[in-house]
């Protein structure tokens, strides 16, 4: 093995180049000629546009176009796709409404966009974007999920009556229903996961360019994937052949999952550089990435739980109410329905659920993918109710779970929504995250802190998501002349460090070091297809892939080398970069192997020829067995100023099994940043729209609170290897979205835990100091009224 094979904590080789400046990212790119493209948005949730006087604007210093939907559609320009028509109940298709890269006669939320100003300063374009006269027609606005199927709420759609996109089932209602009906006792609970703004560090960007000789459109842009941008805009938006749209991406300053999507903008760089024929540049500021970036969340839940009088949950039933915004972004109807409620049972034996899904229109941004996308929704769903039905029927909520938790004897395990767990010892995880964390111990520091004045509160969440599972993955793999290698692959780096784990990949197969390996991504003209990022796929079906060509290129490298040792293939052995004659010293290099196979030296003709491109192998990966299943137990401890409200997390243990681990290292970064941005969603993060103009209300960084340093505590954390994975060769379950997933469950358990001495049951998130601290009000002042 190398030294820094699979299982070691090799530090990024990539943080090398960021952090001193040679970082690539779109606004990094340029290209000669370049203009720049402004967007005018919509001040309106809900308007018709009664007219559009573009001339002035058109005539203004530096313009070189200004654009309407009219110039989109007489060039043939499509809207863009809803890429997952998630057959609803009795298989009826959602209502699918276009998406116009611009508003056509009607916008539809704050920040839609309007017209498309090209100019050859930035300043200029802006300049003239404030000439436009748009004759606005306001309409009255629906920016409330809870509200939106209510009669009297406006409609964002004509065709979408009642403002129902889709309503989506799983499981048999009459049979859940009959069960609860018999149960030993009912606990029902309605709870909101809050709508949060993604806020990647990069705000996304767009350049596009134009040959007119080839025909061909250039886009660069920031992406979880190139492969899935080219194809949309391809086939579905300019519709030419593939290899008309060449997309490009490099550094990328986040992306989870907002930027998997085709967005109006990347549209309006193509089209504009196609017809001015010059490169078109669009950059987007935070102002505009919180009114057009999809958000996330955004879910109205009740739920509904049978108990036998063991309080063991016999059957659940469960109703969402999910926002989809105003137009269907690319997976808007997947991540409510097949990509997060399959997952609704949690870590428990539950042998009958039902749940119903309605997803609606509302006039707001579109909602799709946030980190962990669906799985977050589904288990801050369970995980509340198994800590409010503990409260109901006097136990503790670790006992709670210890009796409704799946056995590890009953691995593999099918789950009563056809999903099965391969592996997995939840009581286990659980029982060592509690002595971690000083479990049975925490009523003495409750006690402390209550001479503090401090309510503290301890909560847990024991959490079960998918990973992988998505598509296919293809990695090429070209052997260098000095034997380094190039590996082109079609994940998408995002800031997680693919370049260190998959040099560990190739490292423990091929035996060279991370310095030997060179990564190339981003580029539909390198490789012919990939699956990009998102889902927590990148690693284990990058990794099977990179290990399939690398299986490839020993087999191309053994085969070389027996014609320079003369020798058969069969007695030729591959040792970290070495190929030698079995039972003797006569070896050469892979460099020496390369060298030959691009030189054609000490080969026959026949293999000089078919080797005159070098050793350049290719595989592809489809994941074809389950989906892989990591989980893991999250404990938080808060304390409460019981003056203020103001909730801090003062303590947090982790342990997570994600079987075999590639870098402990990154791991654990991925879930400190995954926590992070749970116990943010939990405590501070809301998109909030005024409901009677629908106007953005959260815009900024004055209004939307992003999590700091000093909110955040020492993550405690500890990965538990001895349960790889049964469904991949690699034994890997996924890492990257985890701590989203355990976070919010626990930290408002903990919360709830802390007001429960004054009857408090549920809070909703966020868990800001107002709302805490009129709970606590109101429980003065019905203590106060008792007395």
């Known amino acids: 093995m190398v030294k820094f094979g699979v299982g070691q904590g090799l530090r990024r080789v990539e943080d090398e180049r960021l952090l001193t400046g040679y970082g690539r990212y779109t606004d990094d790119i340029k290209e000669d000629g370049e203009v720049f493209g402004y967007v005018l948005r919509s001040p309106y949730a809900h308007a018709d546009i009664r007219s559009m006087d573009l001339e002035d604007a058109k005539a203004a210093p530096g313009v070189l176009g200004v654009y309407s939907h009219e110039d989109l559609t007489a060039d043939g320009v499509q809207n863009i796709p809803c890429m997952t028509p998630i057959p609803g109940k009795n298989g009826t298709t959602p209502i699918m409404p276009p998406r116009p890269a611009l508003a056509n006669s009607r916008v539809r939320h704050i920040g839609d966009p309007v017209a498309f100003v090209v100019a050859e300063t930035l300043e200029q374009a802006r300049d003239a974007a404030e000439l436009i006269f748009v004759d606005y027609a306001d309409l009255p606005a629906n920016v409330r999920s809870d509200k939106a199927l209510e009669a009297s709420t406006p409609q964002v759609w004509d065709e979408a009556p009642g403002n129902l996109c889709l309503d989506w089932e799983e499981g048999d209602r009459a049979a859940t229903e009959a069960v609860i009906g018999k149960a030993h006792k009912v606990v029902r609970l309605e709870l909101i996961n809050n709508r949060v703004v993604v806020n990647a560090m990069e705000p996304r960007g767009a350049l596009a360019s134009y040959d007119p000789e080839s025909d061909q459109m250039t886009l660069v842009s920031g992406s979880q994937g190139v492969f899935s941008l080219r194809n949309q805009l391809a086939e579905r938006i300019f519709q030419v052949p593939p290899e008309k749209i060449r997309v490009r991406t490099q550094d990328v300053g986040g992306g989870f999952g907002m930027k998997i999507f085709v967005y109006p903008e990347q549209v309006l760089v193509m089209f504009a550089a196609r017809r001015l024929k010059r490169p078109v540049r669009w950059t987007g500021d935070r102002s505009e990435s919180f009114m057009s970036d999809s958000q996330g969340r955004d879910h109205v839940t009740s739920l509904e739980a049978g108990l036998d009088e063991n309080g063991k949950i016999i059957a659940l039933k469960v109703l969402t109410i999910a926002d989809l915004g105003a137009y269907l972004s690319n997976f808007g109807p997947y991540i409510p329905t097949l990509c997060g409620s399959y997952l609704l049972c949690g870590v428990y034996t539950i042998p009958t659920l039902y749940v119903e899904v309605k997803?609606?229109?509302?006039?707001?941004?579109?909602?799709?993918?946030?980190?962990?996308?669906?799985?977050?929704?589904?288990?801050?769903?369970?995980?509340?109710?198994?800590?409010?039905?503990?409260?109901?029927?006097?136990?503790?909520?670790?006992?709670?779970?210890?009796?409704?938790?799946?056995?590890?004897?009953?691995?593999?395990?099918?789950?009563?929504?056809?999903?099965?767990?391969?592996?997995?010892?939840?009581?286990?995880?659980?029982?060592?995250?509690?002595?971690?964390?000083?479990?049975?111990?925490?009523?003495?520091?409750?006690?402390?802190?209550?001479?503090?004045?401090?309510?503290?509160?301890?909560?847990?969440?024991?959490?079960?998501?998918?990973?992988?599972?998505?598509?296919?993955?293809?990695?090429?793999?070209?052997?260098?002349?000095?034997?380094?290698?190039?590996?082109?692959?079609?994940?998408?780096?995002?800031?997680?460090?693919?370049?260190?784990?998959?040099?560990?990949?190739?490292?423990?197969?091929?035996?060279?070091?991370?310095?030997?390996?060179?990564?190339?991504?981003?580029?539909?003209?390198?490789?012919?297809?990939?699956?990009?990022?998102?889902?927590?796929?990148?690693?284990?079906?990058?990794?099977?892939?990179?290990?399939?060509?690398?299986?490839?290129?020993?087999?191309?490298?053994?085969?070389?080398?027996?014609?320079?040792?003369?020798?058969?293939?069969?007695?030729?052995?591959?040792?970290?970069?070495?190929?030698?004659?079995?039972?003797?010293?006569?070896?050469?290099?892979?460099?020496?192997?390369?060298?030959?196979?691009?030189?054609?030296?000490?080969?026959?003709?026949?293999?000089?020829?078919?080797?005159?491109?070098?050793?350049?192998?290719?595989?592809?990966?489809?994941?074809?067995?389950?989906?892989?299943?990591?989980?893991?137990?999250?404990?938080?401890?808060?304390?409460?100023?019981?003056?203020?409200?103001?909730?801090?997390?003062?303590?947090?243990?982790?342990?997570?099994?994600?079987?075999?681990?590639?870098?402990?290292?990154?791991?654990?970064?991925?879930?400190?940043?995954?926590?992070?941005?749970?116990?943010?969603?939990?405590?501070?993060?809301?998109?909030?729209?005024?409901?009677?103009?629908?106007?953005?209300?959260?815009?900024?960084?004055?209004?939307?609170?992003?999590?700091?340093?000093?909110?955040?505590?020492?993550?405690?954390?500890?990965?538990?290897?001895?349960?790889?994975?049964?469904?991949?060769?690699?034994?890997?379950?996924?890492?990257?979205?985890?701590?989203?997933?355990?976070?919010?469950?626990?930290?408002?358990?903990?919360?709830?835990?802390?007001?429960?001495?004054?009857?408090?049951?549920?809070?909703?998130?966020?868990?800001?100091?107002?709302?805490?601290?009129?709970?606590?009000?109101?429980?003065?002042?019905?203590?106060?009224?008792?007395?």
């Not at 004054?758 to 998130?765: P, S, W």
Request: hydrophobic share 40%; net charge negative.
């Open 359 to 787: 997803c609606v229109f509302t006039n707001t941004v579109p909602v799709d993918a946030y980190r962990g996308a669906g799985r977050p929704e589904a288990a801050y769903a369970i995980e509340r109710l198994i800590d409010y039905a503990a409260r109901e029927i006097a136990i503790a909520p670790d006992e709670m779970r210890r009796r409704n938790f799946i056995p590890p004897d009953a691995m593999p395990f099918k789950t009563c929504t056809g999903i099965t767990y391969d592996t997995g010892d939840f009581a286990q995880i659980m029982r060592r995250a509690q002595e971690a964390a000083g479990w049975g111990d925490f009523e003495a520091r409750r006690a402390e802190a209550k001479t503090r004045g401090k309510l503290r509160g301890q909560g847990m969440a024991s959490y079960i998501e998918a990973c992988g599972g998505i598509g296919e993955e293809e990695a090429r793999i070209k052997v260098n002349a000095d034997g380094g290698i190039t590996l082109f692959i079609g994940t998408q780096n995002n800031g997680q460090g693919h370049a260190t784990a998959y040099a560990q990949i190739i490292g423990d197969r091929l035996g060279l070091e991370p310095e030997q390996i060179e990564l190339r991504q981003g580029d539909t003209n390198e490789l012919t297809s990939g699956g990009g990022t998102g889902g927590s796929r990148s690693v284990l079906m990058g990794g099977m892939a990179i290990t399939g060509a690398s299986e490839k290129v020993i087999a191309r490298a053994r085969e070389i080398a027996g014609h320079l040792l003369e020798a058969a293939t069969d007695d030729i052995e591959y040792n970290a970069g070495i190929l030698s004659i079995a039972g003797t010293d006569r070896r050469v290099s892979l460099a020496d192997v390369a060298q030959a196979a691009q030189t054609g030296t000490g080969l026959p003709p026949e293999a000089a020829e078919a080797l005159k491109e070098g050793i350049d192998e290719t595989a592809k990966f489809t994941d074809t067995p389950p989906k892989t299943y990591p989980n893991g137990s999250h404990i938080c401890e808060v304390e409460i100023d019981a003056e203020t409200g103001v909730a801090k997390v003062v303590r947090y243990v982790i342990y997570d099994d994600f079987g075999t681990v590639i870098n402990p290292l990154m791991a654990a970064g991925q879930v400190h940043g995954g926590t992070v941005q749970g116990i943010g969603q939990a405590l501070l993060e809301q998109t909030v729209y005024d409901p009677e103009t629908g106007q953005l209300l959260t815009g900024s960084y004055l209004d939307y609170c992003m999590p700091r340093a000093d909110d955040i505590p020492d993550i405690e954390l500890t990965m538990v290897e001895d349960m790889p994975c049964a469904t991949n060769d690699m034994g890997m379950k996924g890492a990257g979205e985890a701590g989203c997933i355990g976070a919010p469950p626990a930290v408002i358990n903990a919360i709830v835990d802390a007001l429960a001495p004054l009857g408090v049951r549920h809070v909703d998130m966020p868990a800001t100091p107002e709302k805490i601290w009129r709970l606590i009000q109101s429980a003065d002042a019905d203590r106060v009224a008792a007395e």
